[in-house]
C-alpha cells in the first residue's frame, strides 16, 4: 500500500506541473497534439516492446489469455447492451452514438498502460498491452462504425501501439532475449510513458470550461457507467473468477483498473471528423476525465487491498 499512495503523490505532482505548464503558456494546444504524438507514436510503443523482456511463464501467458478473454467479454456484452437501451431513448441520434462509444471505450492507450506500469512494472504494461489491443479491435470496427456510418481502414487499424503489442507477445513467447544493452537504451525512452502522459493530462485539464462542462445530465450518467459502475461490475466478475479459478492478482487487477479509466480521446477525435456530435463527445470526455482524479484512485485502492492483501 505504501507503494500505492507514492503513486498517487507523483500522479498528483505531475499532473499540477502539466497544468501550470499550461496556464504558463508553454503547453499550447499544438504543443499538447506535438506531446501526444510523442508518447503514442514513440515512447509508449518503445516501453511496450520492453515489457517483452519480462522472464517467459506458464503463468504469464495464462494471463494474457485471460485479459484478451476478459476485455473481449466486457466490450462484446456492454456494447450489445447499451445499444439495445440507448437506442430506445429520445436522445437525439449522433448523441446516443457518442453516449455509447464514450460509455464503453475508455482510454487505455494513453491513461491505463502508464498508469498499469507504474503499479506493476512490465508484467503490468504486458497485460495492459494485451487489453488495449482488444480495445483497438472493437473500437476500429463497430466504435468507428457507429461514429461514422462507414467501415474502418486498414490503416487505422496499424497504429504504433498495436504494432508495438503484437510484437511485444511475440517477442514474449520467443526463447530469445535482447541484449542489456539494447534493453537499457529501450528502457531510457520508455521511462518517459508516465510522466509524459500525467503532464499531458494536467496540461489537458486546465483547458477544461468549467461552465460549461457541467451543463448537460447526460454525461453525468455517461460518468456514473464509465467510472463506477462498469468497474464495480467487473469488480465483482472477478471476485466470483478468484473463487473457482487459480489466476494471478495483477490479471484481475488490470481488467478492473483498465475498466475504470476516463472516456478515450479518440471518441473526440473521431467524432469531430465525422461530425457527430462532437461538442457533447468532447464535454463528456473532459469530465470523465476531471472525475477520474478521484474516482481512479480509490479504485487502484480498493483493488490492492481487495485482491493484493488477500
Known amino acids: 500500500m505504501n507503494q500505492l499512495y507514492v503513486v498517487f503523490f507523483e500522479m498528483a505532482i505531475v499532473l499540477f506541473i502539466g497544468f501550470v505548464l499550461a ?3 508553454v503547453i499550447d494546444d499544438r504543443g499538447r ?20 523482456q519480462y522472464t517467459f511463464s506458464i503463468d504469464m501467458m495464462r494471463s494474457i489469455g485471460a485479459v484478451a478473454l476478459g476485455a473481449g467479454l466486457y466490450y462484446l456484452l456492454t456494447l450489445i447492451i447499451l445499444r439495445i437501451v440507448i437506442f430506445r431513448t429520445k436522445i437525439a441520434d449522433a448523441e446516443r452514438r457518442v453516449f455509447i462509444t464514450t460509455a464503453v471505450f475508455a ?4 491513461v491505463g498502460m502508464p498508469i498499469m506500469y507504474s503499479l506493476f512494472g512490465d508484467p503490468g504494461l504486458l497485460l495492459a498491452a494485451i487489453y488495449n489491443l482488444i480495445y483497438n ?34 517477442l514474449f513467447i520467443v526463447p530469445w532475449r535482447a541484449p542489456a ?13 508516465f510522466p509524459l502522459s500525467m503532464i499531458i493530462m494536467g496540461s489537458t485539464l486546465y483547458t477544461i470550461d468549467i461552465k460549461k462542462l457541467f451543463a448537460d445530465g447526460k ?17 465483482l466478475a472477478m471476485i466470483l473468477v478468484k473463487r473457482f479459478v487459480p489466476i ?14 476516463p472516456s478515450g480521446t479518440m ?43 488477500a
Do not use: Q, W
Open 219 to 235: 454525461s453525468y450518467v455517461v460518468c456514473f457507467l464509465r467510472l463506477i459502475l462498469f468497474p464495480a461490475l467487473m469488480t
Open 23 to 25: 496556464k504558463k503558456k
Open 267 to 309: 471518441s473526440v477525435i473521431y467524432s469531430e471528423r465525422y461530425d457527430c456530435a462532437p461538442k457533447f463527445c468532447a464535454r463528456t470526455v473532459s469530465l470523465t476525465l476531471l472525475f477520474m482524479v478521484v474516482t481512479l484512485p480509490i479504485m487502484i485502492a480498493l483493488c490492492l487491498t481487495a485482491f493484493v492483501s
Open 248 to 261: 494471478l492478482d495483477a490479471t484481475l487487477i488490470t481488467l478492473i483498473i483498465m475498466t475504470a479509466l
Open 181 to 193: 544493452s539494447l534493453v537499457n537504451a529501450i528502457d531510457l525512452v520508455g521511462n518517459m510513458t
Open 107 to 110: 482510454n487505455t492507450g494513453f
Open 137 to 170: 479491435v472493437f473500437f476500429y470496427t463497430y466504435g468507428v462504425h457507429l461514429l461514422s456510418g462507414k467501415k474502418p481502414t486498414v490503416s487505422e487499424y496499424l497504429n504504433p501501439v498495436s504494432i508495438a503489442s503484437v510484437m511485444a507477445i511475440a
Open 33 to 52: 497534439k506535438t506531446l501526444n504524438d510523442l508518447l503514442l507514436k514513440a515512447v509508449l510503443p518503445f516501453t511496450i516492446i520492453s515489457s517483452s
